[in-house]
């Protein structure tokens, strides 16, 4: 598989899994997600599942410091609507890496383990996310806003010539690479397109 | 950093797919993808015989719907199932062919005018007989996977250290054990797909 280069110099994120644990999957339960393990699922690299994925590696590394975090143990709320422009895209970002989903996942064995219910959406926070842990209680919110890293302004007309199909293959491998230049820029920038305050 | 998983995990079958969306937004060159069962087991949290069939079923399927020349195309993949999402088995089943296929619900890309969109793909409460109906949107040509593992039985001890574990009065050993023939039974799935798993064409 061949993609972009910077992919290699993302953030990765290591959580501990208690399922898999008890499972005999992975030793100690310890699963770690790269950038590319993010994107394979997502079906592209943007803006949007960049933002995801650093808004949680940034939120994990708020609430657990020097711990691991634990998957199934965060629970995850969203300000927007689940049917409301990427706000599932985002959704399927943050479940890949912390195991939260809404309705689907694991429901659990004995009471331990579920992975549903630790999604909400349309709650009523003051910020975009929200990421709790189950066991302490402690939470941070999250803002992403990627409106200073510039899209090239070739990209707009490139990508139009891309719908309408009229575009050349070298105009079609340019758009691709302008395209990922901005998401390599964001990860650059991870620091000024993310906030995370915690409560 | 490196994972500590079961062997059998990277030496399965590897599914392929295109993906166009991966190609028009210049992340994968061509859109050509590959997911091994270890990615799989990640995101899912855990390996057990719903995830190996869900992984298997999804493999053989694209198999036969798409020849040896084609790739499965992702987005372009119907996948169904006769319960509803809340149950257990099927929405553990649901999530790794959605991680596979591309295939949501409602949580996924909505499209760029009218393309590349990811969602109403999964479908709950169909009527059909077997465990997952996979079909492809550009030429409504479908199949069913059934999946039986009435011919891996489990091991007896199995169950005995598993509520050990469950209750916290297992033994590291027993723990071990127990993990050891939980895996064992996945891998034994593995070496009979050809048995457990029937391909009904449409």
């Known amino acids: ?199 | 950093m490196i994972l500590n998983y079961p062997t059998f995990f990277k030496t399965r079958p590897i599914i392929k797919l295109q993906d166009p969306l991966q190609k028009f937004l210049g992340t994968f060159q061509d859109g050509v993808i590959e997911f091994n069962y270890l990615e799989i087991t990640k995101n899912a949290g855990h390996s057990c015989p719903d995830v190996t069939g869900a992984y298997l079923m999804t493999y053989r399927a694209l198999k036969a719907l798409y020849n040896d020349e084609e790739l499965p195309v992702r987005g372009e993949i119907e996948v169904a199932f006769n319960k509803d999402y809340t149950d257990d088995i099927t929405s553990v089943m649901a999530d790794v062919t959605s991680h596979i296929t591309g295939a949501t619900l409602k949580l996924g890309f909505r499209g760029v005018e009218g393309k590349f969109s990811r969602i109403e793909k999964l479908k709950f409460n169909e009527t059909f007989e077997g465990n997952i109906r996979f079909k492809r949107l550009d030429n409504q040509k479908e199949v069913i996977a059934k999946y039986d593992l009435s011919s891996i039985p489990i091991d007896a001890k199995q169950d005995i250290l598993m509520s050990k574990v469950l209750s916290g009065e297992a033994t590291l050993n027993e723990e071990i054990d127990f993990e050891v023939l939980w895996q064992q039974r996945v891998e034994k799935i593995f070496n009979h797909a050809s048995e457990v798993i029937t391909i009904i064409k449409g």
């Open chain 1, 1 to 199: 598989m061949n993609y972009p280069k910077f992919f290699e110099n993302t953030p990765t994120i290591k959580l501990q899994d208690p399922l898999s644990d008890f499972l005999g999957t992975f030793e100690e339960g310890i699963v770690e997600f790269s950038y590319l393990d993010i994107v394979k699922s997502a079906g592209h690299s943007c803006p949007t599942v960049s933002g995801a994925y650093l808004c949680t590696v940034k939120a994990l590394e708020e609430l657990y410091k020097d711990e691991t975090p634990i998957r199934g143990n965060i629970h995850v709320r969203f300000k927007s609507d689940p049917l409301e422009g990427v706000a599932g895209v985002i959704a399927n970002v943050v479940t890949q890496i912390t195991g939260a989903t809404e309705h689907s996942g694991f429901k659990g064995l004995n009471g331990k383990f579920a992975r549903n219910n630790l999604m909400e959406f349309s709650a009523d926070i003051s910020a975009q996310m929200e990421f709790k842990r189950l066991d302490t209680g402690k939470s941070v919110t999250v803002n992403y806003d990627p409106s200073s890293v510039g899209a090239n302004p070739k990209m707009q007309e490139l990508m139009g010539k891309l719908m309408q199909g009229v575009a050349s293959s070298e105009e079609k491998k340019a758009f691709g690479e302008l395209w990922q230049e901005r998401v390599k820029a964001i990860f650059e920038r991870a620091n000024e397109v993310v906030r995370v305050v915690l409560h």
